[in-house]
């Protein structure tokens, strides 16, 4: 759970990290106390990867965005407008120093626990879910993301599947329509679209 909550609590050792996504080049801040501090993890690449960045459109929210490859990602190949959030203050800082070193300025990067800081609709939401933070948490993000997506909208999401990703797929068709993008080395690329429940009722 340290990953997710701590903010100053571990002493400071800002490091950098340089790699390609899509074949462009990013540097990356990372510090103690945040995901994947050391490079760009397998799973974050995965989903980046595989969602189709270049059909995106409108706006777009990344929830628990860590110090940012995704949201700085899409923000750098796109056009779109990239909310990025989080519940660590340290994270934050870090993605707002990996904006401006990656020259990205189509972002808006905010704290906020889940959706408290929420406050308006997305045509796509993306989270690599803070696993470490519990069950609860990583229901909230998912589950409720639905009530913060336009009509049509799309959520992805990366999960292993030994962090539930099966049960987890289940859970999502209660709410979504739900497909699997890709699966490699036990991860799950999943896209949850919102459901037009007046067509549903038809």
Excluded at 11 to 38: A, L, M, R
Excluded at 117 to 126: F, Q
Excluded at 170 to 185: A, P, R, S
Aim: include cysteine.
């Amino acid at each position: 759970m340290g990953q997710y909550f701590s903010n100053d609590k571990l002493p400071s050792d800002i490091q950098k990290y340089h790699t390609k996504i899509y074949g462009k080049e990013f540097i990356f801040s990372t510090d103690n106390g945040v995901f994947s501090k050391e490079k760009l993890d397998y799973g974050t690449r995965f989903l980046l990867e595989t969602i189709p960045i270049n059909k995106f459109y409108g706006n777009i929210l990344d929830i628990g965005c860590g110090y940012g490859p995704i949201g700085i990602t899409v923000g750098k190949l796109t056009n779109c407008f990239v909310d990025m959030c989080d519940v660590n203050k340290r994270a934050i800082h870090l993605a707002e120093i990996n904006a401006r070193d990656n020259k990205v300025d189509n972002v808006r990067i905010f704290e906020s626990d889940t959706w408290s800081n929420i406050d308006k609709k997305y045509d796509v939401i993306i989270t690599n879910p803070p696993i470490r933070a519990g069950k609860k948490v990583v229901y909230d993000i998912v589950m409720n993301a639905k009530d913060h997506l336009e009509k049509n909208g799309n959520l992805y999401i990366v999960i292993r599947k030994e962090q539930g990703a099966k049960s987890m797929i289940k859970d999502l068709e209660k709410y979504y329509q739900v497909e699997v993008l890709e699966k490699n080395k036990g991860f799950f690329i999943i896209n949850a679209k919102t459901i037009d429940l007046l067509t549903e009722l038809w």
